[in-house]
């Protein structure tokens, strides 16, 4: 007998609604809410032992600390499947359901399985982390989607071969994998059939679908730049040696804003970078060399531009996700709206 | 043009006193042949074994792969390679059939070579395993290359090719049991309802990233990083005209008996007339640098414009360096207005979750794929190894590797191994075996 642990949220846990939504992480042994349903579809061969219970809000603003406590109760059980949810279209729900999977599956490496509608913003956030079915809209789609994951849980316990996302209902984690084809079709079968398909305006189905581009559209220039306030932003690494803010050397989740008010120049010794990807023997003799603050004080001086803006902010691009860069940007602009700076010199690396 | 194939099966073969083909058996005088092998002086070692579907062998560094054949009215099976000049793709070649000649090294791998089991796991992951197979197990004396991870191997290629051919010479004068006719009319000489189908060619990009001559896939024996795009015939590629090259990880490589066999070709033919009407092959290139793959590219798009191509297939040997100039050719085509396909495998790193090509362009919107060369392939120990285990994890092999942190050296004392499909000789098949696909999980 396998045994499992449901996530859920204060309203299914039958705490209460929004005013609940502060509740503290709880553990309580058995069944709670939709682990009723959970523990029907899964049958005899998987036991769901533990509900897990805690307010959106309070995993919302707390994250940290409720992941934690969470992690603390699951310490001592033994189990072999984790599932969350099911979260539907319930925003704080999903990426709660998230945040806690993804700990889960990294400290104790077992699966999880999820929920969400494909509105969800849980579902881009975390797919790539947890096994996230496509859900419905709302709790009307509670018995479908709790049925879809005990299937896959069931399956996955079983040791039974696992098929691709679309095949078993999941968003694709983008991750790829050959699979040999049942029953086998020739690649060229494929590559002539496809051929003629599109020749023939019928609808065909690319075997590697080409993700969207994300382009961003260039910026109209600076009207004057003599009036302009410029600031550095750079993925290059550089820290102060000391590295106050912890920002990894490789697939950086965190960034840092430093001050420069005061500064003609980065000095060596001061600054360094902590980038792995590079040779860091030039950037930790002159930091100057990806933060150019030396050259923009000297156009700061001759009215190039009009200022330098008082702080630098940095990170590290080897290995980091696109979508970490983009929430990293994201954060950085508030900053520089605040700032009121007009132009922005991202160094890369 | 027109290529009579006539097709010998062969459902055993056996060492005897006389090479010669006899109701399904092939038998061959082991010592003759071995005299065909060290007919070039820089042969050291050579030896013969023969390996079939079943048997729990497992060969290694393997090297090239080749159809035996002769051509009927004589004349190299390989012109411009192990003869002199002639034209390919006319007149009668015979062949034998679900057999082929391996060619294995006694000692030393590199980069471009691959692996075979013969039987179990991982079997499924070559096209080899299924037939039965001549293996010429040999060494040399390129002392220049022994320890390089790029070889050209051009002794022991060379002698598999003669090999082939001495094979092959026992079928010339025999009635084949089935004769295969390729023909096409000119392409302006074509009958009504052949035109008024959409017209098709298919653009096959040889492997030629190597500067220096010897590694890359000759077309009548010129090295194709020295070519520009050039019209073929179908039946050209089909009979002796390209080889394959030394250079580029095993399984996205094209054997020579994978160019002789060409699948893609094959559907095309059946389909000409029908469906379509297969105006013929463009042969490309995947040169390194980006002038090279733009030109290339421009003139693939002017040649199948010029030729009035509706579409085109277009399939690349190799990946990574070559995803520029496949994804470049593509984008040439559609801009011209041309419909087309992409046959390619995927490298998608070992944990599946990178680019799977290193350039991407939304107007590769058809591409059909063959496997995922990065995968990691874990496989037990086999009974019999013919050639050098130890290869794999000592000579650079694409797949393999002396030692990793995490997953312990490619080779183990036990003699089971991981690897990368990187290196199971041709194992994506992209001339159009593979049942392969990859997909998202």
């Known amino acids: 007998m396998k045994k499992a642990i449901l996530y859920i949220n204060q309203f299914f846990g039958q705490i209460g609604g929004e005013e609940e939504a502060d509740f503290a992480p709880e553990i309580r042994e058995g069944l709670v809410g939709p682990a009723i349903e959970l523990q029907k579809q899964l049958g005899e061969d998987i036991k769901v032992t533990h509900t897990i219970i805690c307010g959106d809000n309070y995993m919302g603003s707390n994250t940290e600390e409720a992941v934690n406590t969470i992690l603390g109760f699951l310490e001592d059980k033994e189990f072999d499947i984790f599932f969350a949810g099911p979260a539907f279209r319930a925003g704080r729900y999903g990426v709660a359901c998230g945040n806690i999977g993804k700990a889960v599956s990294e400290k104790f490496n077992v699966p999880v399985i999820s929920s969400m509608n494909e509105e969800n913003p849980g579902v881009e956030m975390f797919r790539k982390d947890i096994y996230i079915f496509k859900g419905g809209k709302s709790a009307a789609a509670m018995r479908e989607d709790i049925k879809k994951m005990a299937d896959f849980g069931k399956k996955i316990v079983k040791g039974e071969t696992l098929l691709s996302a679309e095949e078993e209902g999941y968003f694709g984690r983008g991750l790829r994998r050959q699979v040999w084809l049942d029953p086998p079709v020739t690649a060229a079968d494929r590559v002539v059939d496809m051929l003629l398909k599109k020749l023939n305006g019928e609808p065909f189905k690319t075997e590697l679908p080409i993700p969207p581009v994300d382009t961003v559209p260039i910026a109209p220039p600076i009207k004057d730049l003599s009036k302009a306030t410029i600031a550095i932003v750079t993925s290059g690494g550089i820290v102060p040696v000391d590295n106050p803010d912890r920002i990894q050397s490789a697939s950086a989740t965190r960034w840092g804003k430093y001050d420069i008010s005061n500064m003609e120049r980065l000095e060596a010794g001061v600054f360094k970078t902590i980038h792995a990807g590079f040779d860091p023997m030039v950037a930790n003799q002159n930091p100057n060399v990806i933060v150019p603050l030396d050259a923009l004080r000297a156009y700061e001086k001759e009215g190039k531009i009009g200022k330098v803006h008082e702080y630098f902010y940095t990170t590290v691009g080897t290995g980091t996700t696109q979508g970490e860069a983009a929430r990293m940007a994201r954060e950085i602009v508030e900053h520089l709206k605040e700032g009121q700076v007009d132009g922005v010199i991202l160094v890369s690396t | ?441």
């Open chain 2, 1 to 441: 043009m027109r290529l009579e194939l006539g097709n010998f099966y062969v459902k055993d073969i056996v060492f005897g006193e006389e090479t010669s083909y006899s109701n399904g058996i092939l038998t061959i005088n082991k010592e003759e042949a071995l005299k065909v092998v060290m007919e070039d002086e820089h042969i050291t070692d050579a030896d013969l074994h023969i390996v079939k579907p079943g048997d729990r062998v497992r060969l290694v560094p393997v090297k090239e792969a080749i159809e035996p054949r002769v051509r009927v009215d004589g004349g190299p099976v390989f012109p411009g390679v192990t003869g002199d000049l002639m034209q390919a793709g006319n007149g009668r070649t015979h062949a034998l059939k679900d057999c082929s000649v391996l060619v294995v090294g006694k000692h030393w791998g590199g980069f471009q070579d691959g692996l075979i089991d013969m039987s179990g796991e991982g079997a499924k992951y070559t096209y080899y395993s299924q037939l039965k197979n001549i293996v010429l197990v040999a060494d040399t004396d390129e002392e220049f290359e022994k320890r390089e991870q790029q070889k050209k191997n051009r002794v022991l290629r060379w002698a598999g090719m003669r090999l082939a051919e001495y094979i092959g010479s026992c079928v010339k004068d025999l009635e084949p049991e089935e004769l295969e006719v390729f023909e096409l009319e000119p392409i302006v000489k074509r009958i009504k309802q052949e035109n008024d189908l959409p017209s098709v060619v298919l653009v096959l990009q040889f492997q030629s990233q190597m500067e220096e001559l010897g590694y890359n896939d000759l077309v009548y024996g010129w090295d194709t990083n020295r070519m520009l795009p050039t019209f073929m015939h179908p039946n050209e590629i089909l009979d002796g005209a390209v080889i394959s090259g030394s250079f580029m990880p095993s399984s996205s490589k094209w054997s020579t008996y994978d160019i002789q066999n060409f699948p893609v070709i094959r559907r095309l033919y059946k389909e000409h007339g029908k469906t379509l009407n297969f105006l013929g092959v463009i042969a490309s290139n995947l040169n390194v640098a980006l002038d090279q793959k733009e030109r290339s590219a421009l003139l693939v798009a002017q040649i199948a414009k010029s030729l009035g191509a509706d579409g085109a297939i277009v399939a690349e040997e190799g990946y990574g360096n070559p995803d520029a100039d496949f994804i470049a050719c593509i984008v040439a085509l559609e801009d011209a207005g041309i419909k087309t396909v992409g046959l390619t495998p995927e490298c998608t790193g070992r944990d599946g979750r990178s680019q799977p090509l290193v350039t991407m362009d939304p107007k590769a919107d058809a591409i059909v794929s063959t496997g995922d060369v990065s995968q990691l392939i874990e496989l037990p120990p086999m009974e019999t190894v013919i050639g050098e285990l130890e290869s794999l994890a000592r000579d650079g092999f694409a797949g393999g590797w002396w030692g990793d942190e995490v997953l312990g050296p490619s080779v183990r004392e036990d003699g089971s191994i991981i690897m990368e499909n990187n290196s199971m000789f041709c194992g994506d098949q992209v001339v159009g075996w593979s049942t392969k696909t990859v997909k998202e999980f």
